[in-house]
Nanobody
Framework: VQLQASGGGLVQAGGSLRLSCAASGRTVSTYNMAWFRQGPGNERDFVAGITWAGDTIWYADSVRGRFTVSRDNAKNTVYLQMNNLKPEDTAVYYC????????????????WGQGTQVTVSS
């Protein structure tokens, strides 16, 4: 499975971005998917996850109510809608596939994309 994240950029605090994660090489329609982020000097932290059917979604407390994860299995793509962005959301965002339901630790996911930079200015 190859994952390609896109949609990052520079945005002011309070703004919005939508990240996409497109899969190729093999369908991800049967995989649970997740987004993680890693800021400078930080570990790779869990952001949001979604089951293969989209029927269970889980979020980190820091983004709940501001971020929304979704997926379109027909397009082999997972999305992360980020609203009301804050400077502390600045990080490289990664999509991952293959973890267990409610999984929130990076080493539980065997497949990773290359990351997309999100920078939120104050």
């Amino acid at each position: 499975v190859q994952l390609q994240a896109s949609g990052g950029g520079l945005v002011q605090a309070g703004g919005s971005l939508r990240l996409s994660c497109a899969a190729s090489g093999r369908t991800v329609s049967t995989y649970n998917m997740a987004w993680f982020r890693q800021g400078p000097g930080n570990e790779r932290d869990f952001v949001a996850g979604i089951t293969w059917a989209g029927d269970t979604i889980w979020y980190a407390d820091s983004v709940r109510g501001r971020f929304t994860v979704s997926r379109d299995n027909a397009k082999n793509t997972v999305y992360l809608q980020m609203n009301n962005l804050k400077p502390e959301d600045t990080a490289v965002y990664y999509c991952a596939a293959g973890g267990r339901i409610k999984g929130d630790y990076w080493n539980a996911y065997p497949y990773w994309g290359q990351g997309t930079q999100v920078t939120v200015s104050s």
